[in-house]
């Protein structure tokens, strides 16, 4: 698995499963470029992998501007020379019960959790489709596969994820290049942390494995599928969820 003289793009990768995820990936001697919109935050993760074997850089980026896409996308490029793997990890939620939801709460979850995916594997392909090697993994939700109360929006986001990242595959295969999806379960983040311990104490007991993942654990399965030795793997949903979705 290691990733020497490869270079990857990160999205969403301030903290929680996209830090874990940049870190997990600069440790197998990846090139990385981590984005996100807070630069204190992204100044942390590039300090956080000052004794790993691969080299960190973070770049500014706000998934749902089609113009902040390309010219990043442009940047990573100008900097490293190449772009191999893109991870998409970026986005959000606004959850709130499907009668009561604004058509703008459902339109910008759709925009940061779909949209921005389609657009930045779009502009990354450019490159991988002319080297004839890529791995693009976009990180789903088991939300996309059994729906969540409150969260239609986001569930129908990752539900988009899955079939995009299906098509992707089908597309881009011929070209050596890759596209499958990470769905992680209940994971303990910063957006995890904040439920109540009611809904924690609730959550744990339909858990198989009777615990939350940790980031650590969703980076090393994208490392893997980063990686020459996942190869023949493409079109896939590896969730990762302790045997919820099960």
Known sequence: MDLNEKVALVTGGSRGIGKAIALALASKSCKVAVCARNEEKLAEVVQASKELAGEVEAFTLDVTSADEIESTVEAVLKRF??????????????????????????????????????????????????????????????????????QCNYSAAKAGVIGFSKSVAKELARRNITCNVVAPGFIETDMTDVLPPAVKEAVTPLIPMRRFGRSEEIAEVVAFLASEVSSYITGQVIVVDGGLNM
């Open 81 to 150: 020379g190449r772009l191999d793997i893109l991870v998409n990890n970026a986005g959000i939620t606004c959850d709130k019960l499907m009668p009561t939801m604004e058509d703008d709460e459902f339109d910008k979850v759709i925009d940061a959790n779909l949209k921005a995916v389609f657009r930045l594997t779009r502009a990354a392909s450019r490159f991988m489709m002319r080297a004839r090697w890529g791995r693009v993994i976009n990180i789903g939700s088991v939300a996309g596969i059994m729906g969540n109360p409150g």
